[in-house]
């Protein structure tokens, strides 16, 4: 559930606060983008690659977003230690103020930023998967890209939920698989992993990212590489990663047990887990002590 206090623009303000208005196309017509971010000990980790994404997809989209990053990451920490969210969940938006016809009376900006955080979610400890067809458009030009405009993700979400499972492939025009609908996907053959390249339409997850460039198991050798669903059902292993699941394993797609004996899914995971508590540890020593 959200917290008590969200930050909008440079203040905190109470959840229910009215603060914003029908004329905001962004929100109106889901014209912002957005990042999720875990909160570790007070840390909003790997911020810098959130903020890096959601400025790239802002550009995208014609969407201004503040120039001083860091002013950002302290405003966040000011919200974070309002609600006392230590550990938490936290999602940082910004929406367009203005354009089409349905804008309304000028704000004085072009854009708004908003934040909230909330509890993290709790995911088990694996997940079942079911297909979507057709759910990616690869070629066109804003895959891959973060936006608020959720519902069709959300949707599919529901319909497997519906199912039984848990969470969904979508695949593209191609038949490829891309990722879920809030996650990459990966899948282990003896020592080898593999995630569907940028190329497929997914959304270039920060677990991913983290991954594919800073993880160094012996013996393991993580890339990406073209996927179908064929490939999901061979494989020894398939796990999922996104902020708040850091990396999960799947038991089953649609009816088919996946092997899933999990040695390597684990060691990436320790060693993800030992990349995000150093990423923690050198925040937390930057920040000045507290008189």
């Keep these: 559930m959200?917290?008590?206090?969200?930050?909008?623009?440079?203040?905190?303000?109470?959840?229910?606060?009215?603060v914003f208005s029908a004329g905001q196309v962004g929100l109106l017509s889901g014209w912002g983008v957005f990042s999720t971010i875990r909160v570790i000990e007070g840390v909003p980790f790997a911020f810098e690659r959130h903020w890096a994404r959601l400025t790239r997809d802002a550009a995208q989209f014609h969407i201004a977003v503040p120039a001083d990053a860091e002013s950002i990451r302290r405003q966040l920490l000011t919200l974070i230690e309002a609600n006392q969210a230590r550990h938490a969940t936290l999602r940082l938006v910004i929406v367009r103020n203005g354009g089409g016809m349905w804008e309304g009376p000028p704000v004085g900006r072009t854009s708004d930023l908003i934040a909230l955080?909330?509890?993290?979610?709790?995911?088990?400890?694996?997940?079942?998967l079911a297909y979507v067809a057709q759910a990616r458009h690869a070629a066109c030009e804003f895959a891959g890209t973060k936006i608020i405009s959720w519902a069709t993700n959300l949707t599919w979400l529901e319909a497997a939920q519906a199912r039984g499972f848990d969470e969904a492939i979508l695949l593209n025009e191609r038949g490829e698989v891309s990722e879920c609908t809030s996650a990459n996907i990966f899948v282990a053959n003896g020592n080898q992993v593999w995630t569907p390249p940028l190329s497929s339409g997914c959304l270039p997850g920060i677990t991913r990212e983290v991954l594919l460039g800073e993880i160094r198991v012996p013996g393991i050798q993580i890339g990406e590489k073209d996927l179908r669903p064929a490939d999901l059902e061979a494989a020894d292993e398939v796990f999922i990663t996104s902020t708040t699941r850091n990396l999960l394993p799947v038991s089953r797609i649609e009816e088919k047990p996946v092997q899933h004996p999990?040695?390597?899914?684990?060691?990436?995971?320790?060693?993800f887990e030992?990349?995000?508590?150093?990423?923690?540890?050198?925040?937390?020593?930057?920040?000045?002590?507290?008189?």
Aim: aromatic share 8%; glycine share 8%; hydrophobic share 35%.
């Design 117 to 128: 955080t909330a509890d993290t979610k709790r995911w088990g400890t694996s997940v079942k």
């Design 274 to 291: 030992a990349f995000v508590r150093r990423y923690v540890a050198e925040q937390r020593g930057a920040v000045p002590a507290r008189t």
């Design 262 to 271: 999990g040695s390597v899914c684990d060691a990436l995971e320790q060693a």
């Design 2 to 18: 959200l917290h008590q206090y969200i930050l909008h623009n440079d203040g905190i303000r109470e959840a229910s606060a009215q």
